[in-house]
């Protein structure tokens, strides 16, 4: 609303009606370019206009002045020089170019091109074809090549008695048209056999008994024509790679072969819905079992590398590995390297795995075997122990095979049942758990020996030179490594039984030798030595009957039995502690000035032959000394010297024992 | 027509096209389609029923015309085809000459009529001299012969039926040449057309059109002949279901087209129609009577029926009482009656595909043999190729054809197929317009017209001078 107006509302005199029309005037001329909200801007300012509304708009002139003149476009003709005739001439839009503007020819040219399209037949319009643009598209046009033949090579090398040179020709001509499209081709062939001029346009003729040439029929005689030709220009021995190999694959069609394959894919296609999904879950078996193949090749592969290791090392130099010890070195070698590898567990595929890694651990070893170890047995004395090394390795290679069938019908278990009787004869035997991989049975023997320390060991084996028992299996079946399983936990129960009774021996010297002591002290006559060792047996007995407890339970601790009759043992050390303080520097001395007491076996050992020795003179007194030391030195030093000093207390007996037989 | 581009580069190159302003031209039983080539819906589609007017002066003069607004009920009025429909191809060659020229020449190039454009003085101005003076001489060169090659600026491209024969596609290509004076025609076949228009040159086309429902194998851009499967299960033997189901309906519903009726009153579902009738004052011909009954049921097959999804058949027990207690969908004919339709929509169409549950029929043409449902068709069409192309043809079925949109059609196809060939890749193309799935052959037509690559394969007025009509058989295979 204007101020005006206002002023017109109440009657109010405006200033001066000489101005006001061209006030009006002027704000209406104004106006006229305003719209919308800045129209109503300005009229809030009245009469006095605001200077914020813009003055010009040049956008409107701007839209043709800075703008470039329009593109032309022109209706230009071209022509196709992939057609046949050369007469069509198209038209279609396209931008004008400057350097036809200013041409006088081009009106010319342009109605030459009209006027041919407006009367074709026309021909005296002669179109320009330099000067018509050729479709960009005519390069698209290919055409496939056929193979030509005059009569005379038709005669010569195509003819055919099933095919007549009409027919082969109406053929070559029905592959041009349709490209070589093989489908079409033999959709559309429709020969009929030539009866005067029968013409290729079939749809309206009738058909005089047409020959039903099938697409392989087709194929295979145009290959065959096509072969023969290509040779014809180029004998096969000049031909390229490229040409030869065209060539042997047209030769080689087979019709046949290709009607069966069709035959095939149509009962394919004919298949029942369930045909089809057992298929298909069949198809996923095989890529199933292949994909396991490979996993298994590749583990295989690896097993291979890894047993290959070692025997490159043997045809280097087979000595080293034909000791019993070389041969364990090298199984120690080869189960370091097993852990090493960190290989992924072969349980998965244990069932296959097995027997292939028995295979080649026994392929190698066993032919050239009997000859090494005969070469061996007669060669060195230390071939009794190599031998049986062969033989162990042997034996467990033919045994992990009958091993193979057990873990299959694991897996499978519709296999046979076996009777005991035949488990046996074929050497079949079931196994809760095993082990990974191959073990060598003989393992098992081993296992026993090498967790025992080396005292101990040795004291087993002195056992089993006694009893007549090689150390060493000769023949390490299973019957054979039960038995010497038996044997070996027997004997150790035999040492430590052994080892008790030795033990209570020298303490009832000891207590007979203190009682003598006592007895010569005060003057006594040793009379009633009779009667003390019978209390000295009860309460012997009684102690007895603790250590055997303590023993037994030791026993089920396993390996800490020799620290637990160590601790049996300090009982009476601690009861004599005076006297036995009194008495060690005495006899310690005695000892040091023969041998150093060590801790290893073999010294102990020594020390035991030394003692046997001594043992002729010191008598009673010696024996007791030694084992008051023994007894002392466990309190001061670890647990391990003391269960040394136990083994080599046994092992005195032992030595003893060796001297009596 | 082409539009002038702004770009300096002219973007058709990118994807094969080179616009020479052709004319497709697409004939079947229910419609015409005509347009021009590179668009992507015809310009002008008209029924291919035609009215032909007695002339009451002359003796035995009758008039044409063309276009449902000229169709309605007027006396001396007949409506008439002029293709064939059992066949869908020309029957009348006279009446499609006429119906055709109406089409192309009247309804696409209205300005023939009025002033050229170059001499209208609407394009007047600042063209250079020379042009102007070019373009005049071609105009006159042109107004010169214009009453005879009246399509003389057009490549024409005209579609038929995969199983039209030799003497028809000569007659087409004399018409388009003598009569219109065509710089350049082509034949093409509407499965080819199909398969274009869904962007494939090998396809397996299930053309459910109004008269007939053809399944073809095309390969690399050509029918295989001897894999043309066509039955008449089609629009019209859906209408003709329809009414079998109208007519055994307890009350029996009477199909009456609205130019029947002067007045209605809405009334309850299932209750009578009380609507007026309308009383003319003539006699009407029957053949108009059935063609407005036929839009009517046009409407409803568009409204109601729908095809049972599957799997199996809509005869397999359970089916139809599922489908009671699905909502149904109601219906009000032009007099006001109306109803809820549940299990009968689907059981019209089940004939397609189990010739036991069609209804009974009063011609026994109607009647369909098990050889003629729709999954037969595909199996005896696929029986006829080479073996080694069925896979590809499965994986590359398109479905067209005006009568393929009703509801659950594709699903159910989809099902026979898979029941079919069970472990075989099906795979169906059917467009998702409504427009491109009735004018499939039409898209193709126009698509295949606009190419650069295409230009080498019309046959030229000069061609055909040459060698007579009989070029046409030569050229398109």
């Known amino acids: 609303m204007a101020s005006h107006d206002v002023r017109d509302m109440l009657n109010l005199p405006s200033e001066g009606g000489g101005s006001r029309p061209t006030k009006k005037q002027k704000t209406s001329i104004a106006r006229q370019n305003l719209k919308g909200l800045a129209r109503e801007v300005q009229n809030l300012g009245g009469d006095n206009p605001i200077a914020i509304v813009p003055e010009i708009s040049s956008f409107k002139r701007r839209r043709f002045g800075s703008r470039k ?45 009209e006027s041919n399209e407006d009367k074709m037949d026309a021909d005296n319009g002669e179109p320009k074809p330099d000067e018509l643009e050729d479709s960009s598209f005519a390069k698209f046009n290919v055409k496939v090549d056929v193979p030509q033949y005059s009569e005379d090579q038709y005669n010569s090398t195509l003819a055919n008695n099933d095919w007549t040179k009409d027919e082969t020709d109406y053929l070559m001509e029905v592959v041009r048209d349709y490209d070589l499209r093989w489908p079409i081709i033999w959709d559309r062939y429709e020969y009929q056999a030539k009866d005067g001029d029968a013409s290729t346009d079939s749809s309206t003729a009738v058909v005089p008994a047409r020959k039903n040439r099938t697409l ?8 065959e024509v096509a072969a023969k030709m290509m040779a014809v220009q180029r004998p096969v021995q000049y031909m390229n790679q490229a040409e030869f190999s065209l060539h042997e694959i047209m030769v080689n069609f087979k019709p046949e072969d290709e009607t069966r394959r069709k035959k095939f894919a ?6 029942s819905k369930e045909e089809a999904r057992e298929e298909e879950s069949l198809l996923l078996e095989v890529r199933r079992i292949l994909a396991r193949t490979e996993k298994f090749n590749q583990e295989r592969r690896e097993l291979y590398s890894r047993l290959d290791y070692p025997t490159t090392e043997t045809t280097q130099d087979l000595s080293t590995f034909k000791t019993s010890n070389g041969l364990h070195t090298l199984l120690q070698n080869l189960m370091t390297a097993d852990k090493s590898k960190k290989r992924k567990p072969l349980m998965g595929t244990d069932g296959q795995s097995t027997p292939v890694t028995a295979g080649p651990s026994a392929q190698p070893g066993s032919t050239p075997l009997v000859e090494q170890r005969r070469e061996s047995i007669a060669a060195s004395a230390s071939g009794n122990g190599h031998g049986h090394g062969r033989h162990d390795s042997t034996a467990s290679a033919t045994d992990a095979r009958p091993e193979k069938p057990t873990k299959k019908g694991a897996q499978a278990p519709e296999r046979k049942k076996l009777s005991e009787q035949e488990e046996l004869t074929y050497g079949v035997s079931t196994h809760d758990r095993l082990p990974s991989g191959p073990t060598f049975r003989y393992d098992r023997i081993n296992k026993i020996l090498t967790t025992k320390s080396n005292a101990q060991h040795a004291r087993i084996t002195n056992t089993l030179n006694e009893l007549d028992v090689p150390a060493r299996l000769t023949m390490p079946t299973k019957a054979v490594v039960d038995q010497m399983e038996h044997l070996l936990v027997n004997i150790q129960t035999l040492l430590d039984l052994k ?3 030795d033990k209570f021996d020298a303490e009832i010297k000891l207590e007979k030798a203190k009682k003598a002591e006592k007895d010569k002290a005060a003057g006594i006559v040793p009379q009633p030595a009779a009667a003390e060792p019978a209390t000295k047996g009860g309460t012997n007995g009684e102690t007895a009957k603790e250590n055997g407890a303590a023993n037994k339970d030791a026993k089920k601790a396993g390996g800490d039995a020799t620290s637990s009759s160590a601790a049996t043992t300090e009982k009476p050390a601690a009861g004599e502690g005076v006297n036995g303080e009194k008495e060690a520097p005495t006899k310690g001395d005695e000892k040091a000035s023969t041998e150093k007491p060590t801790d290893d076996s073999t010294g102990a050992d020594d020390k035991a032959a030394a003692k046997e020795a001594k043992d002729d003179t010191n008598g009673v007194k010696q024996e007791t000394g030694t084992g008051e030391e023994k007894e002392e030195r466990p309190s001061s030093s670890g647990g391990q010297k003391r269960s040394a000093s136990v083994l080599s207390s046994v092992s005195d007996k032992s030595a003893k024992r060796q001297k009596k037989q | 027509m082409a539009q002038p581009l702004t770009t300096a580069s002219v973007p058709t190159d990118i994807y094969g096209g080179d616009e020479v302003s052709a004319l497709v031209l697409d004939a079947g039983y229910c419609q015409t389609r005509a347009g021009f080539a590179g668009e992507d819906v015809p310009k002008s589609v008209l029924p291919s029923f035609y009215g032909a007017i007695k002339d009451t002066n002359a003796a035995s003069g009758s ?8 169709i309605y009920a007027r006396p001396d009025f007949e409506v008439k085809n002029y293709m064939s429909r059992t066949e869908s191809v020309v029957e009348d060659w006279d009446t499609a000459v006429q119906m055709w020229e109406a089409m192309l020449l009247d309804r696409l190039q209205p300005e023939r009529r009025q002033t050229q454009p170059s001499k209208n003085g609407l394009n007047d101005g600042a063209d250079g001299e020379g042009d102007v003076s070019m373009e005049d001489a071609a105009v006159s060169a042109e107004n010169a012969e214009n009453a005879e090659k009246p399509l003389a600026e057009s490549p024409l491209l005209m579609t038929e039926a995969p199983w039209n024969q030799g003497k028809a596609r000569e007659k087409a290509i004399e018409i388009a040449m003598e009569n219109w004076g065509c710089p350049a025609f082509w034949l093409s076949r509407t499965p080819v057309c199909a398969a274009f228009a869904a962007g494939k040159a090998s396809a397996l086309v299930v053309d459910v059109g109004g008269a007939n429902t053809s399944v073809t194998a095309v390969h690399d851009g050509m029918i295989l002949k001897r894999s043309i499967q066509k039955s008449h299960v089609g629009g019209i033997w859906l209408s003709n279901q329809i009414r079998s189901m109208f007519d055994s309906s307890d009350p029996k519903i009477e199909v009456r087209p609205s130019y029947m009726i002067e007045s209605k009153v809405p009334v309850d579902a299932g209750a009578p129609s009380q609507a007026i009738l309308r009383k003319l004052n003539f006699d009407l011909h029957p053949s108009y009577r059935a063609y407005e009954d036929e839009r009517l049921l046009t409407e409803y097959k568009e409204s109601v029926v729908e095809v049972w999804r599957g799997p199996g058949r809509y005869s397999n027990p359970g089916n139809e009482d599922l489908v009671k207690t699905q909502p149904g969908r109601i219906f009000e004919m032009p007099d006001g009656s109306n109803q809820m339709w549940r299990e009968q929509r689907f059981r019209v169409s089940e004939g397609m595909w189990d010739e036991t549950a069609q209804l009974p029929t009063t011609s026994e043409e109607e009647r369909i043999t098990k050889a003629q449902t729709v999954p037969e068709l595909i199996r005896a069409c696929l ?22 949109l009703l509801n659950g059609f594709n699903d159910r196809l989809n099902n026979e197929l898979m029941t079919m060939y069970p472990g075989m890749r099906v795979k169906l193309h059917a467009a998702g317009l409504t427009t491109e799935r009735r004018f499939g052959a039409w898209i193709g037509g126009s698509i295949l017209a606009s190419l650069g690559t295409f230009h080498q394969m019309w046959i030229s007025k000069k061609e055909y001078d040459e060698n007579g009509a009989g070029i046409v058989e030569k050229r398109c295979k």
């Open chain 1, 69 to 113: 003149p329009a593109a032309r476009w022109e209706m230009r003709p071209f022509r196709n020089s992939a057609r046949g005739d050369e007469s069509l001439i198209l038209r279609h839009w396209r931008r004008k170019t400057d350097v036809q503007q200013p041409a006088a020819p081009q009106p010319e040219q342009q109605q030459n091109g």
């Open chain 2, 383 to 404: 029986n006829a190729v080479d073996v080694d192309l069925r896979p590809n043809l499965l994986g590359n079925i398109v479905v067209t054809g005006g009568t393929s």
């Open chain 1, 499 to 501: 080892k008790l009774s």
């Open chain 1, 216 to 223: 392989e029929d087709l194929k295979a005689r145009y290959y």
């Open chain 1, 266 to 271: 149509e009962a394919q296609m004919g298949r």
């Open chain 2, 63 to 70: 008039r044409n015309v063309f276009g449902d607004d000229f």
